[in-house]
């Protein structure tokens, strides 16, 4: 059985630094891109970017390029969500995806981890 | 960049069909992936590539898309169906794009 299981829920002040994390089982996880959602309150979904733990090869929309890194650590089937310096407008839901195969739905979800900025 | 249009909400009685909208500039040409998000928990995929559903997934969902419009259908509604509703496709630059998002209130 495919899982996506987050890492908890964060309270962080605005300039902290934050790394979550989803661990992946139930599948190769190097065949599969992993990647992450943002869904602020109230508001819709918004795609942040995807990994491919095969090679590295990494994508970010342009609204989040620069402002997080995407990583994983193959060894224990592991992708994180990175920031250095977090702002009050990142509060949100974040979700791990797995994008599926040949028409790259996204097939499975974390439970989401909820960050809240605040001073 | 590319843009999908859904309805903010879409309200239909118990055992009716309910027909949700995305409008895209030639959505037709792409694969078109479809969201369920009941509130408090992750999104589900409920069809993808316009038209199969998933393993679990009720019959009574079904997706077509074609022109500019793709379109999710839910025959005989139940309470349970109650839930936001995100189309989904990739744009030409590799990128994901989601649809705002259609409330469904049965």
């Known amino acids: 059985e495919v899982q996506l299981v987050q890492s908890g829920a964060e309270v962080k002040k605005p300039g902290e630094s934050l790394k979550i994390s989803c661990q992946a089982s139930g599948y190769r996880f190097t065949s599969y891109w992993i990647g992450w959602v943002r869904q602020k309150p109230g508001r819709g979904l918004e795609w942040m970017g995807i990994?491919?733990?095969?090679?590295?090869?990494?994508r970010y929309s342009p609204s989040f390029q620069g402002q997080v890194t995407i990583s994983v650590d193959k060894s224990i089937t592991t992708a994180y969500l990175e920031w250095s310096s977090l702002k009050a407008s990142d509060t949100a839901i974040y979700y791990c995806?797995?994008?599926?195969?040949?028409?790259?739905?996204?097939?499975?979800w974390g439970q989401g981890t909820l960050v809240t900025v605040s001073s | 960049s590319y843009v999908l249009t859904q309805p903010p909400s879409v309200s239909v009685a118990p055992g009716q069909t309910a027909r949700i909208s995305c409008g895209g500039d030639?959505?037709?040409?792409?694969?078109v992936h479809w969201y369920q998000q009941k509130p408090g928990q992750a999104p589900l995929l409920v069809i993808y590539d316009d038209d199969d559903r998933p393993s679990g997934i009720p019959e009574r969902f079904s997706g077509s898309n074609s022109g500019n419009t793709a379109t999710l259908t839910i025959s005989t509604v139940e309470g349970g169906d109650e839930a936001d509703y995100y189309c989904?496709?990739?744009?030409?630059?590799?990128?994901?794009?989601f649809g705002g998002g259609t409330t469904l209130t049965v």
């Open positions: 989904q496709v990739w744009d030409s630059s590799g990128h994901v794009v």
């Open positions: 990994f491919y733990p095969a090679d590295s090869d990494t």
């Open positions: 995806i797995r994008q599926g195969g040949v028409v790259r739905e996204l097939d499975y």
């Open positions: 030639n959505i037709g040409n792409k694969n």
